[in-house]
Nanobody, 119 residues
Framework: QVQLVESGGGLVQAGGSLRLSCAASGRTFSAMGWFRQAPGKEREFVAIISWRGGRINYADSVKGRFTISRDNAKNTVYLQMNNLKPEDTALYYC??????????????WGQGTQVTVSS
């Protein structure tokens, strides 16, 4: 059974940092990453990393502040979030692409971890 388990969310003041983790079990993936959804808004892409080549892509809104990384041995992806802003407040979801090569479509999702940034 495929499982993605997120951790690391919390409450932080603006300018602070948090590190999210997502541990995958049940299989390996061609790409893993993060999406987020704020209240009243649609889910949006945050960052993605391919598993073999380590290709990375970020949303413009987080470039220079967030860093995605992976630990292949642990089948875990991380999101280091620095200089957090109130507009980063959202439920953050881990996502994974189970196809042999990254397709940009994600068929496994975690339950989400809440990130709240106070001003």
């Amino acid at each position: 059974q495929v499982q993605l388990v997120e951790s690391g969310g919390g409450l932080v003041q603006a300018g602070g940092s948090l590190r999210l983790s997502c541990a995958a079990s049940g299989r390996t993936f061609s790409a893993m990453g993060w999406f987020r959804q704020a209240p009243g808004k649609e889910r949006e892409f945050v960052a993605i990393i391919s598993w073999r080549g380590g290709r990375i892509n970020y949303a413009d809104s987080v470039k220079g502040r967030f860093t995605i990384s992976r630990d292949n041995a642990k089948n875990t992806v991380y999101l280091q979030m620095n200089n957090l802003k109130p507009e980063d407040t959202a439920l953050y979801y881990c996502a994974a692409d189970s196809r042999p090569v990254p397709t940009g479509r994600y068929d496994s999702w975690g339950q989400g971890t809440q990130v709240t940034v106070s001003s």
